[in-house]
């Protein structure tokens, strides 16, 4: 499997605006993967797409997968400081391997 | 269920010695990582079990360091002997079956002074 690479590398937003993160990847996936990592804290997966998914909705995230141009995004609407993370995608390749690979993820700041 | 479960959550430990991390992973789970994580290199995969069987060992960055997987409810990470640069937050995850979600440990913070 190979690495996400996340964009950008940090956000800072007001609470209540939506936060879009982008995430690339270089060869063909099975699926993608969202985590959620508080500081201090393990990460947390938050949502799955599929390589034949284009578009998943889980509460307030939105993820979309565009496999012709290799990248996906994660949107968070109406933000709360909760929201207040990194984020990281990751992809599990078509190769079938499981061995999933992190990038530097997105750095959020959600401001009261 | 109480989830993956990593001790200790911290460990501080000087150079030359021998540290000892643990990770019991959700029941069911086919599979287990470690990852390593530091500000300079972010999350590294180190090394992942099938069925108590090492797949990938390749992210070890070391000979000091090994892991082992006796039993489908039980792994260790061996650092022997830590050094200084060892210092990282290190987590174990474990997933269902191939391409699922992973369930990460709290991790264990570990200082090598």
């Known amino acids: 499997s190979q690495q996400g690479e996340e964009d950008p590398q940090a956000l800072s937003i007001q609470e209540g605006e939506n936060a879009t993160m982008n995430c690339s990847y270089k060869?063909?996936?099975?699926?993608l993967q969202w985590y959620r990592q508080n500081s201090g804290r393990g990460l947390v997966h938050l949502i799955l797409?599929?390589?034949?998914?284009r578009e998943k909705h889980s509460g307030r995230l939105r993820v979309t997968l565009d496999t012709s141009k290799k990248s996906s995004s994660l949107l968070i609407t109406a933000s709360r400081a909760a929201d207040t993370a990194s984020y990281f995608c990751?992809?599990?390749?078509?190769?079938?391997?499981?061995?999933?690979?992190f990038g530097a993820g997105t750095r959020l700041t959600v401001k009261p | 269920d109480a989830g993956v479960i990593q001790s200790p959550r911290h460990e501080v430990t000087e150079m030359g010695q021998e540290v000892t991390l643990r990770c019991k992973p959700i029941?069911?789970?086919?599979?287990l990582f470690w990852y390593r994580q530091t500000m300079m290199r972010g999350l590294e995969l180190l090394i992942y079990?099938?069925?108590?069987?090492?797949?990938?060992d390749s992210g070890m960055p070391e000979d000091r360091f090994s892991a082992k997987m006796p039993n489908a409810s039980f792994s260790t990470l061996k650092i022997q002997p830590s050094e200084p640069r060892d210092s990282a937050v290190y987590f174990c995850?474990?997933?269902?079956?191939?391409?699922?979600?992973?369930?990460f440990g709290s991790g264990t913070r570990l200082t090598v002074v």
């Open positions: 995850a474990s997933s269902l079956r191939q391409g699922n979600g992973y369930t």
């Open positions: 060869t063909s996936i099975n699926n």
């Open positions: 797409i599929r390589s034949n998914e």
């Open positions: 990751a992809t599990v390749g078509g190769d079938g391997y499981n061995d999933m690979r």
């Open positions: 029941s069911g789970h086919d599979y």
């Open positions: 079990f099938n069925n108590n069987v090492p797949i990938d």
